[in-house]
């Protein structure tokens, strides 16, 4: 199955500054690649997404890249927000939809 | 648009009982629904697919005995934890995607159940 790896498992960055977790991804059927955002508690939120046909997607301060050939993607946060500190979750799912998720990655922004 | 609810948001029990958890489509609704568990400071592990109609697709390791999935109607489907040991105790999530859209691999979450079995 998927197997999917997320760096770094903690990241703490100063207010106004960027932030990148990286994932790698094990099984190149995979086309779809949603970043989730959680709170304590709460549900996981998508934040953004990319697809296999497309190798960069922006929205807003929020960027996401993909490297088919490598298998990697990342997520980019820039100018970093303390409401931004969080976990964040990498993903990736074939035509059968189930997700795989990385482990996490639990971001802090210091004010 | 595209809200999943869960219900109950808690739950406490005494180990030994069964547990029926929730999972609707508010506004939308679903060709498949997903169940998954995430213990504390974990990641999300997918148990099993619920497709409305057909029996779930369980993933290795889940026993579909203990943990019951019922999808009845494309709004609805449900989680039952049967005979629940203190192991059980978890944050168990749902998710829900779109039916007749023209891409459905977006998946929307549901709030999640806490279940604590003592």
């Known amino acids: 199955g998927e197997n999917v790896e997320q760096h770094p498992s903690t990241l703490s960055v100063q207010e106004g500054d960027s932030a990148v977790i990286k994932c790698t991804y094990s099984d190149s059927a995979s086309n779809y690649f949603p970043w989730y955002k959680q709170e304590l508690g709460k549900r996981p939120q998508l934040i953004i997404d990319?697809?296999?046909?497309?190798g960069e997607k922006k929205d807003q301060r929020i960027a996401v890249t993909l490297n088919k050939t490598a298998k990697h993607f990342s997520l980019h946060i820039t100018e970093t927000q303390p409401e931004d500190s969080a976990v964040y979750f990498c993903?990736?799912?074939?035509?059968?939809?189930?997700?795989?998720f990385g482990a996490g990655t639990t971001v802090t922004v210091r004010a | 648009g595209a809200v999943v609810s869960q219900h109950p948001s808690w739950v406490i029990c005494k180990s030994g009982t069964s547990v029926k958890i929730e999972c609707r489509s508010l506004d939308f609704q679903a060709t498949t629904m997903f169940w998954y568990r995430q213990f504390p400071k974990q990641s999300l592990m997918l148990m099993a697919t619920?497709?409305?109609?057909?029996?779930?697709?369980?993933e290795q390791g889940v026993e579909k005995d203990k943990f019951l999935i019922n999808h009845a109607s494309l709004t609805l489907s449900t989680l039952t934890v049967t005979s629940a040991h203190p192991e059980d105790s978890s944050f168990y999530i749902c998710s829900a995607s779109l039916a007749g859209a023209e891409i459905t691999d977006t998946q929307y979450f549901g709030p999640g159940t806490r279940l604590t079995v003592l």
């Open positions: 993903a990736a799912s074939r035509n059968d939809y189930k997700l795989s």
């Open positions: 990319i697809r296999s046909n497309v």
């Open positions: 619920s497709n409305e109609g057909s029996k779930a697709t369980y």
